[in-house]
């Protein structure tokens, strides 16, 4: 076929960039929390994260989905799950960087910022994509968990914060390194785990601790090719927190049985399944019946992921738009040179940095929390609050981000085929580990078991008297906190905490123009309610070369 006409005025692709490099907002976050934590292995990874190898292994991951095969060729039932080979290039270079168990071994632990350097690892990660990190978060969540039984984890812990990744159904002592994922909720219950009706009846004892014969259930099952899960069941003493391995100590396969496997909106790269227990052995961790306890624990870690995760997002999102505007022409000029264009993306980018301050403020408290008091306070208030507020703010960004590219955001094909993955993946992070009714209540509970009022005005006032908004804010705040008891109010609560601390983060962490904008439209109200209606006041051009991603090669 002949040519009919000239290819121009397409955008190049961002790839080839160092993800770290260009994050300025993420840079500013690390210096203010942890301004002696080396960067070296997060400028490797920023730009192993931003290359095009990767990203390829990424849109591949995602177009050949995880696949059951429940049964072999010789009718021998074997529930495994087969990955195209870039799922386990993915999850190679996640458990290299050290983002599932690696922050608990002693080496990371004796460095003082281990969650908030792996905070920000894992932010650039589900930049390059996120759904492989599901059973990595998992499995970040559940090893300090097995600390509850001391024999588990004397076993298991050195797979489980080795960076080494081995996708083998065997036995965990013949394996350089394991995984481990959660299961909780059931048809009939959901995030109400109280209603779980699988049943585990006493089995003895060995050395393991106390064993029982698991028979049940569980509807959301994610990633169930780790090798360990950490699952609620009914025992005589009420639901209790059980570990339950693929492969039993004597090498065979344990009776869990994969029903089928999900078909979700997003996070395709990633299976989540439904499975069945036949008497499936597992054994007690931690006390018989305190189960729910052991399990808002690790939540709160997952919690953590899901603000990091939506934020990252919430960045990749706005380079992939910033990227197109600046090539891209309209109406004889650059798009990003025209004022509605700036407008959009300067508040996306105000969004996206105040998501990045919130959520590694939230990490910081992780490394701190055991032996400062107002930290143990901030993270019981911000866990609920950050992943309430930012996971909520991730679909309307992504949706808008996505309009900053037109049509060519809309296709799945293409560099710019990434928009269409991240809106899909946006609502997962709002939806797991409790929605947004569920955040706003948690709330509620940390309110009564804190003194949170005291801790938020602590956190509040080293930004006292630079901007009347917050002023404003702050003097109603820790009243409205102590006072707290109207489930009704509670979201609108949630919301106003979060845009509270992300004004006083940025009073810190960020220049003065980002922390104007930010406070004249999250809290003065000049701002409608949509992307894109900052004040005339807003230093739009500021804002928006604050946020340029470096270019690619």
Same mark, same amino acid.
């Given at each position: ?153 004397r076993d298991w812990a050195p797979q489980l914060t080795s960076r080494a ?133 690790m939540g709160t870690m997952t919690r953590l992921d899901c603000a990091l ?51 590694? *403020?939230?990490? &910081?408290?992780? +490394?701190? @929390? /055991? #032996?400062?008091? $107002? %930290?143990?306070?901030?993270? !019981?208030?911000?866990? =609920? ?49 409790g929605a947004g009714n569920i955040m706003a209540l948690d709330l509620l *509970?940390?309110? &009564?078991?804190? +003194?949170? @009022? /005291? #801790?938020?005005? $602590? %956190?509040?006032?080293?930004? !006292?008297?630079?901007? =009347? ?68 006041? /807003? ?15």
């Amino acid at each position: 076929m002949s040519a009919t006409h000239e290819v121009f005025n397409q955008p190049e692709p961002l790839v080839d960039v160092n993800l770290f490099e260009g994050n300025l907002a993420l840079q500013s976050a690390l210096a203010f929390n942890a301004p002696d934590l080396p960067t070296a292995s997060l400028q490797s990874l920023g730009q192993q994260a931003g290359s095009a190898e990767m990203q390829q292994h990424a849109r591949l991951a995602n177009v050949f989905t995880p696949q059951l095969k429940s049964h072999s060729r010789f009718g021998h039932r074997i529930d495994q799950v087969e990955f195209h080979p870039s799922y386990h290039a993915l999850m190679t270079a996640a458990t290299a960087a050290g983002l599932h168990g690696t922050p608990f071994s002693d080496t990371e632990q004796a460095t003082g910022h281990a969650h908030m350097k792996r905070a920000a690892a894992f932010m650039l990660f589900t930049e390059l994509e996120p759904s492989i990190l599901c059973p990595i978060s998992m499995t970040y969540a559940v090893t300090p968990a097995l600390r509850d039984n001391p024999a588990i984890y004397r076993d298991w812990a050195p797979q489980l914060t080795s960076r080494a990744y081995d996708p083998a159904l065997t036995l965990w002592k013949d394996k350089a390194g394991v995984t481990m994922g959660m299961g909780m909720t059931e048809k009939q219950g959901g995030s109400d785990v109280r209603a779980n009706t699988t049943q585990a009846v006493p089995d003895g004892s060995d050395g393991w601790g106390q064993r029982f014969v698991v028979t049940g259930h569980k509807w959301f099952f994610s990633a169930p090719m780790c090798d360990a899960f950490l699952i609620l069941a009914q025992t005589p003493s009420g639901l209790s927190c059980l570990f339950l391995p693929r492969v039993l100590p004597d090498g065979s396969l344990n009776q869990l049985f994969i029903q089928r496997l999900k078909d979700k909106l997003g996070n395709k790269a990633n299976a989540s399944s439904e499975v069945e227990f036949a008497g499936a052995t597992a054994w007690l961790v931690g006390e018989e019946g305190r189960g729910v306890p052991q399990i808002l624990a690790m939540g709160t870690m997952t919690r953590l992921d899901c603000a990091l995760g939506t934020s990252a997002l919430m960045r990749h999102a706005l380079s992939i738009a910033v990227n197109h505007t600046r090539q891209r022409s309209a109406f004889g000029k650059k798009l990003i040179e025209q004022p509605l264009m700036k407008n959009v993306l300067a508040d996306l980018a105000l969004e996206s940095e105040a998501a990045t301050a919130l959520s590694m *403020r939230l990490a &910081r408290s992780f +490394d701190r @929390a /055991a #032996a400062d008091d $107002h %930290e143990r306070v901030m993270q !019981r208030l911000l866990t =609920p609050v950050a992943k309430f507020w930012i996971c909520k703010r991730g679909s309307y960004f992504a949706q808008e981000a996505m309009e900053c590219l037109g049509g060519n955001g809309y296709v799945e094909e293409g560099g710019e085929g990434i928009m269409a993955r991240i809106y899909r993946e946006m609502p997962v992070n709002s939806i797991w580990e409790g929605a947004g009714n569920i955040m706003a209540l948690d709330l509620l *509970r940390a309110l &009564r078991k804190a +003194d949170a @009022a /005291a #801790a938020l005005e $602590h %956190e509040l006032a080293p930004a !006292r008297g630079m901007h =009347p908004a917050l002023d404003h804010m702050a003097d109603r705040l820790p009243l409205r906190v102590e006072q707290m008891a109207n489930e009704m109010e509670a979201r609108r609560l949630a919301q106003d905490v979060a845009l509270a601390v992300q004004a006083a983060l940025l009073a810190r962490t960020a220049p003065a123009a980002v922390f104007g904008a930010f406070c004249d439209s999250r809290l003065g109200g000049q701002w409608g309610l949509s992307f894109g209606s900052l004040g005339n006041g /807003a230093d739009v051009d500021g804002l928006i070369a604050r946020a340029l991603p470096l270019s690619g090669g």
